[in-house]
């Protein structure tokens, strides 16, 4: 079974600072990991995925994420956060057998200029 | 190209009625899933269609149920509403691929029951 954690229902920043949304896993095959963004009264959008091609991955709206896999981790960052990011950000995780992804309960990114 | 298109995008309900809703997916994906979205209980998964079959299913009560049509169009039904299934509700498609499957959501369909 799989499983995702997402630390943190809100994390809020200032406009210009570092954003960081953490997201733990739990598969007991390799897994494929996601972040997907969801902006109000809108579906979700894929930011980034990790297929196992690098551990660095780079995504849309200069977010990034690195899968450490001794910490089992996929923490989603971005140097520089704008008045726009503020959203709803899921990670999900699947394994090479499973069709639907799970995702985590989501975070809530609050920018205050 | 047109993205993932989900009918009505609001509507309300009263109790005991039921409603039904409606998504048409991108050209070309066969795979259709739904999903519930709440405050309380975050993005839950309510089940997945591929060629007109019911290949996933989550964990709500019979109450909800849904179809796909040969043209790939999915609708989802919710029968005997309650209060507590107020929600969005979510469509998703996708290419049939297993592990690094990546989901296209439309708007969503916002549900009030009354």
């Known amino acids: 079974a799989q499983s995702v954690t997402q630390l943190g229902s809100h994390v809020s920043v200032s406009e210009g600072a570092l954003v960081l949304l953490r997201c733990n896993y739990s598969?007991?095959?390799?897994?494929?990991l996601f972040w997907y963004v969801q902006y109000p009264n809108q579906g979700l959008q894929l930011l980034l995925k990790?297929?196992?091609?690098?551990?660095l991955v780079k995504g849309i709206n200069g977010f990034e994420a690195e899968f450490k896999k001794s910490e089992t981790s996929f923490h989603l960052t971005k140097p520089s956060a704008h008045m726009s990011d503020a959203a709803e950000y899921f990670c999900?995780?699947?394994?090479?057998?499973?069709?639907?992804?799970?995702f985590g309960r989501g975070t809530s990114l609050i920018v205050h200029p | 190209k047109a993205g993932v298109t989900q009918t009505p995008r609001y509507l309300i309900k009263t109790r005991g009625q039921q409603v039904t809703l409606s998504c048409s997916p991108i050209?070309?994906?066969?795979?259709v899933s739904w999903y519930q979205q709440t405050p309380g209980q975050g993005l839950q998964f309510l089940f997945e269609?591929?060629?007109?079959?019911?290949?996933n299913k989550g964990n709500f009560p019979g109450r909800f149920s849904g179809r796909q049509f040969s043209n790939s169009r999915s609708e989802m039904n919710v029968s005997t509403l309650e209060l507590g299934d107020s929600a969005l509700y979510l469509c998703?498609?996708?290419?049939?691929?297993?592990?690094?499957?990546?989901?296209?959501f439309g708007a969503g369909s916002r549900l009030t029951v009354l």
């Open positions: 990790y297929t196992s091609a690098a551990t």
């Open positions: 999900a995780v699947s394994d090479v057998r499973g069709y639907i992804p799970t």
């Open positions: 050209s070309g994906h066969r795979s």
């Open positions: 598969s007991s095959v390799p897994p494929y």
């Open positions: 269609y591929f060629s007109e079959t019911q290949r």
């Open positions: 998703a498609s996708s290419f049939d691929s297993p592990g690094a499957n990546v989901l296209t």
